[in-house]
């Protein structure tokens, strides 16, 4: 069986869905601007649109590290995108305690990297009913998100969603093995692939995260040809000067040129002439 995620029409078979914002909540003026950007870039273009910006960053490099301007205010401008602009949000959730508040705002989940394996914060979020992107861990293999994927389906939710962001290597590095992402789109939920966190430089400032978002647009590229159902992507208007996750972080001035390429990748490989041929009897 293949699902779709209810109501926002994402689907591997489907058009490309953007998952793309700030990577964290650090002024209303920059999560409004940024929202108000992607969301005329994503109607000219045609593409499914959902808002990102997590209110905590609680896995920073550093304890000294931003963090978000706590989770109250950071909802209180999601919120804000949500009745001004009229689009989707999605935020991480670190903990169970965090579930039921951010659940009251946001319209879908997402559960961190480092978090995959944590059967209570994945039963308690899809318990919420609403629909989760659950990301890979960089330790795990694309075969271990099928028991992850079984954990949150056990607490009744279909509306789950499985994300490739890396393999780590050590060495402050990530590498991208293609691969997975057909193998967990076997699994029969929609894939998300993870572009600017897969360019990113874990500690590779020392202190914190370096990056490298020169790559992003093209391993974006070459996630789309597989058929996939979107691409998550982080962007700032100042990605020098972001608080988080900057060097992987994709201009918002750059944005529209990328995501109307990958649009047109995306719509080539869901091209019926271009379907995965069998090799196997």
């Not at 009745?83 to 935020?91: F, L, W």
Request: aromatic share 6%; proline share 4%; glycine share 8%.
């Amino acid at each position: 069986m293949q699902y779709e995620v209810k109501k926002y029409g994402i689907s591997n078979a489907k058009s490309m869905t953007l998952i793309a914002g700030p990577c964290v909540v650090e002024s209303e003026k920059i999560i409004l601007e940024t929202a108000v950007t992607l969301q005329k870039i994503c109607q000219n273009l045609g593409v499914n649109f959902v808002f990102k910006a997590s209110v905590d960053k609680a896995n920073r490099t550093s304890g000294s590290s931003f963090r978000g301007l706590g989770i109250e205010e950071g909802l209180r401008i999601l919120q804000k995108v949500k009745d001004q602009i009229g689009v989707p949000i999605i935020t991480d959730i670190h903990d169970v305690h965090m579930v039921d508040t951010v659940a009251e705002v946001v319209d879908l989940l997402q559960i961190p990297a480092f978090l995959c394996r944590q059967t209570d914060l994945i039963t308690k979020a899809s318990a919420s009913g609403l629909p989760v992107n659950i990301k890979k861990g960089q330790f795990l293999s694309p075969n271990d998100m099928k028991n992850v994927l079984d954990k949150a389906k056990d607490a009744g939710n279909t509306n789950i969603m499985l994300c490739e962001r890396g393999n780590s290597f050590g060495y402050n590095n990530l590498v991208v093995d293609y691969r997975g992402l057909a193998i967990m789109r076997s699994f029969g939920h929609p894939v998300i692939f993870d572009a600017t966190h897969s360019v990113q430089l874990p500690g590779g400032q020392g202190g914190k995260s370096g990056g490298e978002r020169h790559f992003a647009p093209i391993l974006a590229k070459a996630a789309l040809s597989v058929g996939i159902a979107g691409i998550f992507a982080e962007t700032h208007p100042d990605p020098d000067n972001a608080l988080s996750d900057g060097p992987n972080s994709i201009p918002l001035a750059k944005i529209a040129e990328v995501i109307a390429q990958w649009q047109r990748i995306d719509d080539l490989a869901k091209e019926k002439s271009m379907q995965d041929v069998e090799l196997t009897s």
